[in-house]
């Protein structure tokens, strides 16, 4: 029988990316191009259409200091909280030689974090504070793309649009601030590494803690988590509004935002613009420590919410867990449910990634009870 190559191995889609490479960016053509993402496609005519070739260099040039300083300025709620889940994300990509850069609206670099081979002139350029890595500067990364389509993208390879850049391979995704406008963006690059594709899960999964955190992080007086009956409040899948002492709400985070039906660029307004109920009963219901509740919404839909006080000072630099309305207990407890998780359920290996005992671990997945 004749050898057939299997459609997920490397030279296939190696080849695949070279046909539609051919397609696009040397015979110009109109259609568009087989397997490859449409994003990218978008980002590679984008390119052309700035006057770029993808034989021209890249410089990897850096912003001015004064532009620098001022993206960090701006960019400080997110700088706040960014941190903390980078060095958590990069537990799991530890062995894989993937570095990650975060960067503002603008793909200006704010932090690099991993491994980066400083003796590899390409991944020096590019794992640099204050380097310019938008689409206009550098042409198709997950970078640019991200920012430009605001949607998670997975690149390998000649799916950059520059060959200088086709040793890369890069998972991004936008980070959305509480306000539904972008903060920046989370990236994980390589140089000629194995592709790994699953980043891409790694990458949203990080940049939605980001954007929780960022809301967390806002000085509120009430802080309400939702999500759908039946399903278990705590966890990153949350929607998370915060809310000031008069009822109104200051900022949420995606999730919120889908559950609620309220666009991106639109303010939240008050609660009872919202929800089908006396604001007062949810405050009251904080108050007096009860559970979550089912709460009409005025679409007709209902949401269970559970109202939090907040419990620590909003925007204190003193530890990464003082942004967080969540009770410390609460929050550790949420963490080793995600460890095993992520373990496939073996309460060994998660207890050695957290560096505690076994019994530990038994004894907070016991305590966690659906709904508290």
């Not at 459609?7 to 397609?23: F, G, T, V």
């Not at 020096?124 to 389509?149: F, H, K, P, Q, W």
């Not at 109920?277 to 919404?297: G, K, N, T, W, Y």
């Not at 009770?327 to 050695?352: C, F, M, N, S, Y």
Request: with cysteine.
């Amino acid at each position: 029988m004749p050898h057939r190559t299997p459609a997920h191995h490397p030279d296939l889609r190696l080849a695949r990316i070279e046909q539609a490479r051919h397609s696009v960016l040397q015979a110009r053509g109109p259609s568009p191009a087989a397997w490859l993402d449409p994003a990218i496609e978008r980002s590679w005519r984008r390119c052309l259409a700035l006057g770029h070739e993808p034989q021209h260099a890249v410089a990897f040039q850096p912003v001015s200091d004064g532009q620098l300083k001022r993206a960090v300025e701006a960019s400080q709620p997110l700088l706040n909280v960014a941190m903390p889940v980078i060095h958590t994300l990069a537990r799991a990509m530890l062995h894989t030689r993937y570095f990650a850069i975060l960067t503002d609206a603008k793909g200006t670099a704010l932090q690099v974090h991993g491994p980066v081979d400083r003796h590899d002139p390409v991944a020096r350029a590019i794992a640099r504070v204050g380097v310019d890595l938008s689409e206009a500067a550098v042409g198709t990364t997950a970078i640019s793309t991200t920012l430009a389509e605001q949607q998670a993208v997975w690149l390998h390879r000649g799916e950059h649009f520059f060959d200088h850049t086709s040793m890369f391979s890069c998972a991004g995704a936008p980070i959305v601030g509480p306000d539904g406008q972008c903060a920046g963006m989370l990236d994980l690059t390589g140089v000629n590494v194995v592709e790994q594709p699953a980043l891409k899960h790694l990458v949203m999964q990080s940049a939605r803690s980001i954007e929780n955190a960022m809301t967390l992080s806002l000085s509120h007086r009430w802080l309400l988590r939702l999500n759908w009956p039946g399903r278990v409040l705590g966890d990153d899948n949350d929607g998370l509004v915060a809310v000031d002492g008069d009822g109104f709400i200051i900022g949420m985070n995606r999730p919120a935002r889908d559950m609620l039906g309220i666009h991106p660029a639109a303010s939240g307004g008050h609660c009872s613009e919202v929800f089908a109920i006396e604001p007062r009963e949810l405050f009251d219901a904080a108050r007096q420590h009860r559970s979550e509740m089912e709460v009409p919404l005025w679409s007709g839909l209902r949401l269970q919410v559970l109202v939090q006080p907040q419990t620590a000072q909003a925007g204190s630099r003193s530890s990464p867990r003082s942004t967080h309305a969540v009770p410390l207990k609460d929050h550790e407890t949420a963490l080793i449910h995600k460890a095993v998780q992520d373990a496939g359920g073996h309460v060994d290996e998660a207890a050695r990634a957290l560096g505690i005992s076994r019994a530990t671990v038994y004894r907070r997945l016991r305590s966690r009870k659906p709904g508290a």
